[in-house]
Structure formats: structure tokens, C-alpha cells
RNA sequence: GGCCCCGUCGUCUAGCGGCCUAGGACUCUGGCUUCUCAAGCCAGCUACGCGGGUUCGAAUCCCGUCGGGGCUACCA
């Protein structure tokens, strides 16, 4: 390997969100651009005009950046080898295409779409390998001029010659192709439109890509992108290494989807994944440090990331382990990132408008949650209580306040909290323990779940004295008085 | 069908010829703790796809087989 500067790309095609699956290969891109103090460049494959969209374009760069995936080169930072749109390079592969076609590496192709599956259907029949027979290789002038006459617009293809094409993949290994499998390819549409074929191997070569780490899917296409190269007269040694990253699969079986995990990062964020903990799982699919460790930190994957550690086996996304790894981030947050993170999920639930005061207030609650929740979409749920206008107890848990021995807890605590002049969690706890357990001789959990029905409202709640505590005085007793005409 | 890639607990993985009666994590089960829910702690369940080799010795090397996946587009 040269001492050459690294330069990795993550060059998706947006022709939807993305998913895990492009967010794990961005992640590895990234973490080995990081590691060897290389580039980390970041280009929009958007040649296929019919599916790429500028919405999906956009999503996809919010997604890096929301992510904490920043990129050295690409779109809205720029860089010496932009623009980083394939739709904004169209001359570009014109050019290369022109210069194949001039030094008949490449051909036009005159073949419909029909006829080419025609082709491929007898070709399947046969037990032959499929793909473009090589009909309009050496095609005469005459015949060229009769195709155009019938009002036909050729493609171009690449003329892959006999032999084999071997790369050493650097999780893989030594792979090796036989043209005879790797049929001429089209490397422009018939309306001149460059296909990905021409337009990936001419950037990463152009904007001096030097390593290729992409899924697996593309493994099958390198011998055509290195026939590209060939083309281009790109001297061996300039070649970009490859390694072809194991797929992130779904629960069951096969591909991700919309049920298992194939969902935008849009729908992490909403449900209250932190990016550190998305990246922290999608690290260990496909990869380990080598030894135990599971909690990396972005600095340490950057430290820690090598390609050698990269398997070759595909894995299965499990949600269970990213809730687990998201509640432990959540855990180790300080109250001010907690907050920070957690309180645009009470504004947009409604339980909050954002006032200092509640903000004060939430800050004094958070801890009081911090463990107790493994998504952040949780803590409206569990903080409602201390903000609610118009107090109702859940209907669920309001049979379990109104009957006599319940009333009759409540009816002493009244009287308990009543006479209370310190208002703060101990002093709460000390004289609901005495009156209520060693007094009444309760049983600590009967006469808590009374207290914290009346006062939160559910039986699920944060601690009981710390909730009262914060929610005051007034409010206790009043929501106690309402619980006790039930 | 053809070509290519892959194969350790349910899942993610450690393991790169002896340290493996296979370790860790998540999940699950049971217990402890306990004002609910969590968190925490302890314990338990469960794996080298199969069959041949090579070797004193194989999860580790080789071959075959079975299974899974990808590609086979004027998608990427």
C-alpha cells in the first residue's frame, strides 16, 4: 500500500432515505477516512434522474449531519473536485465516453430493450449464462446508418474483452471474474444520459478516491469499474482498493425492511435515538474492536477502526441491542445534554411550551427519569404530571384509588402533609413512613401506590417523594382532596 | 439456471492449530434489591450447519455437501 493520502467516499444514491444498511457503510466510510487522518468525501449518485430526488438528497445530507458524519468534501462544503452531484457532471462523462467510443473500448448499441430480453429469456432456457451477446460489437457503417434510419438512438457500451479480471478485496481477498460472466455494460443511455457504471469509476478516479468501501451488492460490479479505468488509462497503481462491506440484514431472513429496521433516520429521531447510540450499534454490525468492548465512543471508533476488523459475514439488525446501547447513552448523559435533547420531546408532546420556568422545572425532574427510560420519546409520558393544566387520574388506575382501604391511606396522608412545614422529599418520606407504615402498619408498596396514583396520576411514575416534592405543596394536597371524592 | 460472496449461542460477536469442558454483550428465565417503573447485582438456558480429510491435536487448514445472500437492467 502506498503512503499516498487516504481518501474514502460515501456515495449513495438517494432514491429513497437512507436506511441502516447506506448509514453503516457511511459510518465505516467516515470512521476509516477519521482513523488514517485521510478524507472523508461524501458524493450524490444521482444519475438515475427517475428515482433520485432532490427531497431524498437533501434528507440524506440532514442525515450525515444529524449524525455527526462530517465530510471533508462534498455538497454544501465543496472541495477541489466538485461539484459532488453526478447530475451536475454530465460533460464530464460525456467527454470519457466519447474518448471509450474514439478508442473503441466502447460501441454503439443498437439493440431495443426487447430484442435484449428476448435474448436474455433464450439464454436462461439454455442454462447460459445471460447477458448482451455482443450483437452490435463490430457493427459496419451500413448497418449503423440502417439502425438510424429506422429512427433508432443507440446506447454505448463497453466492449469487455476476453479474460479475467482479479482485484484483492480487502475483506474478501482475492476475488477473481471471467469475462465470459461480465457481459459487455452500458455505460450510456440511449438518451445520452451517463449511466453509474461510467460515472462512479470516472470519480472516484477524478476526484482521487483511494479507498472503495461500499456494500456488498457491489462486489459483482468491480471488474466493470476497473475495466473503466483501463480505459481511462489509469496506471495500476492509481486503482482505489476495495473492500465490499457485509450486508445488514433484517430479523428474519433477507433484505431490511420497513418492519425490521429499513426505515428512515427520521424515524430514530423521532422515537428518541441519540446519534452517538445509532452509530455505536450500526459499529459493531460487520465490525468489533477485538476484544470485549461494546460502549465505543465516536472519538474511539475513529481510534479504533480498521478494516481488517471488518467481517466478511453478513449481520442481522436487532432493535433490542440499539434500545439497550441507546438507554446506557442516555444514562451517561450529563443533566444539561439530557436536557438538551429531551425537552424538544416535551414541547412537540404538548407537555411543555418551553417557558423558563418549566424549563427550570424539567431540568429538576430529569434525573429523576434519566434511568428509567430508553428512548427519549418516553419522558413526556413520565413527566406529564408535573405540568398538566386540567390533573385526571389515568382511568386504568382510578379503581385502584377509590376503594376504603385506598381512601383511608389517602384521607391520613392528607392529614400528614397537611401539618408538614418542610416541603422536600425527606421530610415527605419521613412522615409518610411514620404515619402510613409503622402507624398504620401498611405495607410500604400499598400505601405508596395510593399516594402515587393520587399525585402523578398512573401507577407508573418517577420516585414517589422526589415527584411530590417538585410538584408542590398545593397541588399534592389538591390532587389527594380530588382523589378522595372519587 | 449461471457467476460471486458468506456460514460460532435466538441476535451481535471473541476465537486466527493446543490457553475452548468455546469467552463477552443483547434478548429470555429465575433470584436479590426495592415506593411503582427502571437501573443495579447474582445465577441459568442456548452455538462451532453437515460429512470427509490433514495433524499427536481443528471452531480454527483442505475438499465436498447443505443452507443463506448478492449479481445476472438503458437501477445502484
Redesign the pocket.
Known amino acids: 500500500m502506498s503512503a499516498k493520502k487516504v481518501k474514502v467516499r460515501f456515495?449513495?444514491?438517494p432514491?429513497g432515505d437512507l436506511h441502516v444498511g447506506n448509514i453503516r457503510t457511511a459510518l465505516f466510510d467516515w470512521a476509516y477516512a477519521r482513523h488514517t487522518g485521510g478524507t472523508f468525501l461524501f458524493r450524490i449518485?444521482d444519475?438515475?434522474t427517475t428515482?433520485v430526488t432532490d427531497e431524498y438528497i437533501q434528507a440524506a445530507i440532514d442525515t450525515l449531519k444529524w449524525l455527526g458524519l462530517q465530510w471533508d468534501e462534498g455538497p454544501e462544503v465543496g472541495g477541489p473536485n466538485g461539484p459532488y452531484l453526478q447530475s451536475q457532471r454530465l460533460d464530464i462523462y460525456a467527454e470519457w465516453a466519447q474518448k471509450f467510443l474514439d478508442q473503441k473500448d466502447a460501441y454503439h448499441c443498437y439493440?431495443?430493450?426487447e430484442e435484449?430480453e428476448a435474448v436474455?429469456e433464450e439464454q436462461?432456457k439454455a442454462?447460459v449464462?445471460?447477458?448482451?451477446n455482443g450483437h452490435c460489437r463490430e457493427l459496419t457503417a451500413d448497418q449503423i446508418a440502417a439502425f438510424k434510419a429506422q429512427g433508432r438512438?443507440g446506447?454505448v457500451r463497453m466492449r469487455m474483452p476476453d479474460g479475467t479480471t482479479t482485484f484483492v478485496d480487502e475483506i474478501?481477498?482475492e476475488?477473481?471474474?471471467?469475462h465470459k460472466?461480465v457481459?459487455d455494460?452500458?455505460l450510456v443511455?440511449?438518451?445520452g444520459s451517463p449511466?453509474?457504471?461510467l460515472a462512479?469509476a470516472v470519480d472516484d478516479i477524478l476526484m482521487g478516491v483511494t479507498h472503495v468501501l461500499r456494500g456488498?451488492?457491489?462486489?459483482?460490479?468491480t471488474p466493470r469499474q476497473i475495466r473503466v479505468y483501463q480505459a481511462m488509462g489509469v496506471p495500476l497503481a492509481d486503482y482505489p482498493a476495495f473492500a465490499h462491506l457485509?450486508?445488514v440484514?433484517g430479523q428474519d431472513?433477507?433484505?431490511l425492511s420497513k418492519r425490521n429496521g429499513e426505515v428512515s433516520i427520521a424515524w430514530y429521531r423521532e422515537q428518541g435515538y441519540l446519534p452517538e447510540a445509532i452509530c455505536n450499534y450500526l459499529a459493531?454490525?460487520?465490525?468489533?474492536p477485538?476484544?470485549?468492548r461494546?460502549n465505543i465512543s465516536m472519538k474511539e471508533l475513529t481510534e479504533l477502526f480498521t478494516v481488517e476488523?471488518v467481517?466478511?459475514?453478513?449481520?442481522?439488525f436487532?432493535m433490542?441491542?440499539l434500545?439497550?446501547i441507546n438507554?446506557?447513552k442516555i444514562?451517561a448523559l450529563s443533566v444539561e445534554d439530557f436536557a438538551h435533547w429531551t425537552i424538544p420531546f416535551l414541547k412537540k408532546s404538548g407537555v411543555i411550551q418551553g417557558t423558563d420556568a418549566e424549563i427550570a422545572l424539567v431540568k429538576q425532574a430529569l434525573p429523576l427519569i434519566q434511568?428509567?427510560?430508553v428512548k427519549l420519546d418516553e419522558a413526556p409520558q413520565l413527566l406529564k404530571f408535573l405540568f398538566v393544566k386540567e390533573f385526571a387520574i389515568d382511568s386504568d388506575a382510578v379503581s385502584k384509588v377509590n376503594d376504603e382501604s385506598a381512601q383511608s391511606i389517602l384521607k391520613r396522608a392528607q392529614s400528614e402533609l397537611e401539618q408538614l412545614s418542610t416541603w422536600n422529599h425527606e421530610s415527605i418520606?419521613a412522615a409518610l413512613r411514620t404515619s402510613l407504615i409503622e402507624e398504620m402498619g401498611l405495607k410500604?408498596?400499598i400505601a405508596?401506590?395510593a399516594l402515587?396514583i393520587a399525585t402523578t396520576g398512573s401507577?407508573?411514575?418517577?420516585?414517589?417523594?422526589?415527584s411530590m416534592e417538585l410538584l408542590g405543596k398545593q397541588a399534592c394536597l389538591s390532587r389527594i382532596s380530588l382523589a378522595l371524592s372519587l
Open positions: 456515495a449513495p444514491s432514491t449518485e444519475t438515475d428515482r439493440c431495443s430493450p435484449l436474455r436462461r442454462n449464462a445471460p447477458g448482451y438512438e446506447v474478501r481477498g476475488v477473481t471474474f471471467d460472466f457481459p455494460f452500458v443511455r440511449a438518451d449511466l453509474y457504471t462512479v456488498e451488492d457491489l462486489l459483482s460490479s457485509p450486508f440484514m431472513n433477507a433484505k459493531l454490525l460487520g465490525w468489533s477485538g476484544d470485549d461494546e476488523k467481517h466478511s459475514s453478513p449481520a442481522r436487532d433490542k441491542k434500545e439497550a438507554g446506557d444514562r434511568e428509567r427510560i418520606e410500604p408498596r405508596f401506590t402515587r401507577t407508573i411514575s418517577p420516585p414517589l417523594f422526589e
